[in-house]
């Protein structure tokens, strides 16, 4: 039997004080309360003129919903 001195310990490694296998299980969890909430986000904004001026109407394929045309038959 060989004489042991301490015990061998390894170093974890780790970002921010948070250990890297747990960020990782994390990650589903985050990517889906992060959708939620951008899409709660969209769901109350989505009528605001500021927020349709400046992301809706960039929005390559339905950017178009948000651009309003008036007729000319309409306008006084």
């Known amino acids: ?3 042991v001195s301490g015990p061998v310990l390894k170093h974890a490694a780790t970002l921010g004080g948070f250990h890297i296998k747990n960020i990782v299980s994390y990650i589903p969890v985050l990517a889906f309360w992060g959708v939620a909430a951008g899409a709660g986000v969209a769901t109350f904004t989505e009528n605001w003129p500021l ?3 400046t992301f ?3 929005i390559p394929v339905i950017g178009n919903h948000w651009i309003h045309e008036v007729d000319p038959e309409d306008q006084p």
């Open 56 to 58: 809706y109407t960039k």
């Open 1 to 3: 039997m060989a004489y």
């Open 51 to 53: 927020f349709q001026k």
